[in-house]
């Protein structure tokens, strides 16, 4: 894996409109400023904004490199694809210079959106249908997206593992991922199985990025992915076992509500940006100790 694979580096946060106000001093101070890496936003909240809103969105995207998550592609449904969407989304990350666009791989609609991220039946079917629609709209944007792997409560005509569907999805596409480990966390606890043995089967080198968050625990057996409430401590050492796996990766926290003071959530940023350096540092002292051993040894020769 290399840089030149990731669009963005270091540690990042989602950018809500409720934080706004409360991160101002991030966008403007340069020392507070290199807490966060970069930000990322979901298009069709900020698709012609303009105003107050417009105004302070523009300060943050002059300051920061952005990436894109969407929510309303629907890329699994049974409808058309949305053309006037797209063609907004294109228009969008060329205004504010966006530097990547990602979605879920779920669906939100039919005739009408539901309102919620629904789970694509892991079908070969559904693997030629929905890698055929990530193509067309690659070749719409003119340049490669991602699909994030999606927490789900139930696999309606399943046909296989879910790991086989993400897997056959993004090679048919060609398409990068955006690793999710929150998401596999809550998988792992709601269909009974290995998280870490889940990720290592991941394509490591289609990450684009990566993301963690918290969850709700609504049951011994059942977590529902909320991006309410802080990471838990599993959810962080399967990132460091990510980082392992795959190498570190840019890693952006999700937190959509419940949102806690500033310097809380930047606490949690900062814990990202440790993980990194950490791992890289460990890297580094491991590539130094397997030079100094051959090198020793060429000496003895």
Request: charged letters at 20%.
């Amino acid at each position: 894996m290399t840089n030149n694979q990731f669009p963005v580096q270091g540690a990042g946060v989602g950018l809500r409109r409720a934080l706004l106000g409360p991160l101002s001093s991030v966008a403007t101070d340069p020392i507070v400023k290199d807490q966060i890496d970069f930000m990322e936003v979901a298009p069709e909240n900020w698709i012609n904004v303009g105003g107050r809103y417009g105004k302070q969105f523009r300060q943050y995207t002059e300051r920061f490199p952005f990436v894109c998550h969407g929510l309303s592609l629907s890329i699994g449904s049974p409808a058309p694809l949305d053309w006037e969407l797209i063609g907004q989304i294109k228009n969008f990350m060329k205004e504010h210079q966006i530097r990547y666009y990602t979605e879920h791989l779920t669906y939100c609609s039919d005739d009408a959106h539901l309102y919620d991220l629904m789970p694509i039946p892991f079908t070969e079917e559904a693997i030629n249908y929905t890698a055929d629609r990530i193509s067309q709209i690659q070749d719409f944007l003119g340049q490669r997206i991602a699909m994030e792997n999606a927490s789900y409560y139930a696999a309606p005509q399943q046909e296989m593992s879910e790991i086989d569907f993400i897997n056959s999805v993004l090679e048919k596409a060609d398409c990068g991922l955006l690793l999710d480990v929150n998401n596999i966390y809550v998988n792992s606890i709601n269909h009974r199985y290995d998280a870490e043995e889940f990720l290592t089967q991941l394509p490591g080198e289609r990450v684009v990025y990566v993301h963690v968050a918290g969850h709700y625990v609504e049951a011994e057996d059942l977590r529902v992915d909320t991006h309410g409430s802080d990471v838990i401590d599993p959810v962080w050492q399967l990132l460091d076992k990510a980082y392992e796996h795959f190498g570190v990766m840019p890693t952006l926290l999700e937190r959509d509500f419940n949102i806690p003071p500033v310097n809380e959530l930047l606490a949690e940023v900062a814990q990202i940006k440790e993980m990194q350096i950490k791992k890289i540092q460990k890297n580094r002292e491991y590539s130094n100790s397997i030079g100094n051993g051959e090198s020793e040894g060429a000496s003895l020769i």
